[in-house]
């Protein structure tokens, strides 16, 4: 993920100093750290987000790779990122096959914007989330993945789509990767 130009998009609220004098963070709810043994969670509704993508099957650790492969096409377009890039993960690694597991690698655009291979653009839609703001280098997030689902389960809510996570801060503008932070963003609704 360096140089991909990471900022926040959070809303106004605590927010993360670095050691680097790398801009805060803002956000609206304190910023889980590890071991995440205290996941701070809420609900939102997510609004639609026009964006570029490479998508990809294997082990989700390559997915820095292929954003810095979105970042270069997008860039050879001429198409300029409206937030900071994201990933999407859809399906659960402890259930499928590593060399099965789909991926995207995602940058959002403005709604105007026109592609060519190898980016494709799709919106992702508006959808109820629960999410939280996980702090800490970009491999270990999902280890704060079961405080979300643990919330989830409060609500009496099920998982609905692909798990997003929003790469905050860029790890070229931090001394420490204890200094990232990453929203990760799960679609959800209420069970049936």
């Known amino acids: 993920l360096a140089a991909l130009g ?10 993360s100093p670095t050691a680097t004098g790398a801009a805060p963070i803002a956000t609206d709810l304190p910023i889980a750290r590890p071991p995440y043994e205290q996941v701070q969670a809420d609900w939102k509704q997510r609004i639609d987000q026009p964006y570029v993508f490479v998508e990809a099957r294997g082990s989700y650790t390559g997915i820095g790779r292929l954003l810095e492969r979105v970042f270069a096409e997008a860039a050879r377009q001429g198409l300029a990122p409206s937030g900071p890039p994201f990933a999407l993960y859809y399906d659960d690694p402890g259930r499928v096959p590593v060399d099965e597991l789909r991926m995207r690698a995602c940058l959002p655009v403005d709604a105007r914007s026109t592609v060519h291979d190898p980016l494709a653009a799709e919106v992702l839609e508006s959808t109820t989330v629960v999410y939280a703001f996980i702090a800490g280098p970009y491999p270990d997030v999902p280890r704060a993945y079961p405080g979300m689902f643990a919330f989830l389960r409060r609500l009496d809510w099920i998982e609905t789509g692909p798990i997003r996570e929003i790469y905050l801060r860029d790890p070229a503008e931090v001394a420490d990767w204890s200094e990232l932070v990453t929203e990760v963003q799960i679609p959800a609704a209420q069970a049936r």
């Open 6 to 15: 990471c900022q926040s998009t959070a809303p106004t609220g605590s927010s």
